[in-house]
């Protein structure tokens, strides 16, 4: 019989082999905001206009090259636990209102820098914790007074491309004026009255070729595909939508057909023939002329939809039948049926287009407000595509945000810096040992603004207390100057780089919660990962017949 050893004393005895624990500050604690920081620290180099872009390929060896933060940590796949609550935290500004995820990141690291330093002090870690919620609070107290301009209507063009124009310029420094334009446009003219604004009504649509430049805006859907049969265009259209395959029904059970004659056999496929021919023929009678399919077409079909002029168009995507539904206001019929008035839907012009050397179907609509509206975006390579279709969602998401809450606050580090000031002077008036949290809150504010000047290659510091300096003589609005020489300061004002309010108001509220639930873990129990032991690598270096 084999000799019971028994397991050492403590918490691991409760637990199965292999199981891992850490507990107190300098296991559990400090190794969780080394691991944020490492996180913080990743990104912090991609904030900003002067962001650096980061190169990830992801588990699918597919490439991103992009300065985007919600990219970056939605292919990383972060595993350790801790950094994954700031990940969540970015994923839900993300969620909320679409810009600022990286703020989030740049804030939550800065937190919890800062609380390493206080907990080394000696603070415990619940008076970091009350010391943070409470200069929290405060400084969401202190942002509606920081309002510097809201947006007075949305449906005026050259306002809502200056209010676009800051969140395309941290993406796609250089071409925001020319791509703010572009999506303001695409934004306003399905903005409806009622003010209900859905940011899936904007499309995008990539095609290789040119430059960002010849990107244009069209109101309709764009779909790169080539029409089936000879009609490439047709004006004012009559669509009947199918998500079935447009084809004769096939019976569901087997048939046996026994020819006895030579007549018979001519007649046979005849039968079919007239079938579809009087199929496709009441389609067109009911008054159509473009037919969308979701599924395969048939020759036969396809041939009497040439001789009927019926110009048909297959997509493969549902969720492309479905928004072609709702743009042109058609019914998605099951089966090859005759379309009533009520289920065809209606658009000006549906004619075949070639981009570069890729052909694409247009559905467009002349009135200014359709329901759907598509970019068609041009660039010399995907991944720079792809980056430019990350900026235009940021660009559509601060229009929705807007819609929201008109609010703007100034942009360019100023909002930060001035929220360090007051929250300095409100630790000054705080008694009890939270002063020095409330403090460190307001000194992490200067994370984003020190990004900002490291990233354009100027001394922090000396941004910092320039901006200190303009702000104490009470010029609230004054923030870094990107395009100055060295740490030079400017009124964001004039300038027009202004974030909308709900960003800054979720990314502090975010950062901060994220940053408590992971200052408040003092152990950390793992317990043995399931699944067997490892397959053993395989040989590579021998022979076959070893």
Request: glycine share 8%; proline share 3%; net charge negative.
């Amino acid at each position: 019989m084999a000799l019971h050893v028994p397991k050492a004393p403590g918490f691991a005895q409760m637990l199965k082999d292999g199981a891992k624990h850490y507990s107190g500050l300098e296991e559990a604690v400090f190794r969780n905001i080394q691991a944020c920081k490492e996180l913080a620290q990743t990104t912090r180099t991609a904030y900003g206009p002067n962001g650096m872009n980061k190169m990830v390929i992801n588990h699918l060896e597919k490439l991103f090259v992009t300065n985007d933060a919600a990219t970056i940590l939605r292919e990383l796949e972060v595993q350790h636990p801790a950094a994954k609550m700031i990940v969540m935290a970015s994923h839900m500004q993300e969620q909320e209102v679409g810009d600022g995820t990286n703020f989030v990141l740049v804030f939550a690291g800065a937190l919890l820098e800062l609380a390493e330093e206080l907990l080394r002090m000696g603070l415990s870690v619940s008076e970091v914790i009350e010391g943070y919620e409470m200069a929290c609070k405060k400084a969401l107290e202190i942002l509606p007074e920081l309002v510097c301009s809201s947006a007075k209507n949305l449906h005026d063009l050259a306002e809502a491309t200056a209010m676009i124009r800051t969140a395309v310029m941290s993406k796609q420094y250089g071409n925001e004026d020319f791509l703010a334009d572009l999506i303001a446009q695409a934004c306003v003219s399905i903005f409806p009255e009622s003010g209900n604004f859905n940011v899936d009504n904007v499309r995008v649509c990539k095609i290789l070729g040119c430059g960002l430049n010849a990107s244009s805006v069209l109101h309709g859907m764009v779909f790169k595909k080539e029409a089936e049969g000879d009609i490439t265009s047709v004006k004012d259209a009559k669509i009947a939508v199918f998500s079935c395959p447009f084809d004769c029904t096939v019976t569901e059970t087997k048939g046996t057909v026994l020819i006895k004659n030579a007549e018979e056999l001519m007649s046979f496929s005849k039968g079919e023939e007239d079938l579809m021919e009087a199929q496709v023929k009441a389609i067109a009678a009911a008054g159509a002329n473009v037919v969308v399919t979701g599924g395969k077409v048939a020759d036969m079909a396809l041939h009497y939809a040439n001789k009927y002029q019926l110009m048909v168009v297959r997509l493969n995507s549902k969720w492309d039948l479905r928004r072609l539904c709702k743009t042109v206001g058609a019914v998605a019929l099951p089966r090859m049926t005759v379309p009533t008035p009520e289920e065809m839907g209606h658009c000006d012009s549906v004619y075949l287009n070639e981009v570069g050397d890729t052909q694409v179907v247009v559905f467009k609509h002349e009135k200014e407000d359709g329901a759907i509206s598509t970019l068609v975006i041009r660039g010399s390579t995907d991944n720079l595509m792809d980056d430019i279709e990350r900026a235009i969602d940021d660009g559509v998401n601060t229009f929705k945000v807007l819609v929201r809450d008109k609010r703007l606050c100034p942009g360019g580090g100023a909002t930060e810096i001035e929220l360090a000031k007051q929250i300095m002077s409100y630790g000054e008036s705080c008694p009890g040992l939270e002063q020095y949290a409330i403090k460190k809150f307001a000194e992490a504010f200067e994370a984003v603004p020190r990004a900002l000047a490291e990233n354009s290659g100027v001394k922090g510091n000396e941004l910092i207390s320039k901006l200190y300096a303009v702000h104490h003589e009470g010029n609230k609005n004054m923030g870094f100057d990107i395009e100055g020489e060295g740490p030079a300061v400017k009124d964001v004002l004039e300038a027009g780089v202004l974030d909308p309010y709900l960003v800054k108001h979720w990314g502090i509220k975010l950062a901060t919660n994220a940053a408590i639930t992971v200052l408040r873990v003092d152990q950390i129990i793992m317990a043995k990962p399931a699944g067997g032991p490892k397959a053993p690598p395989e040989k590579k270096d021998w022979d076959e017949d070893e």
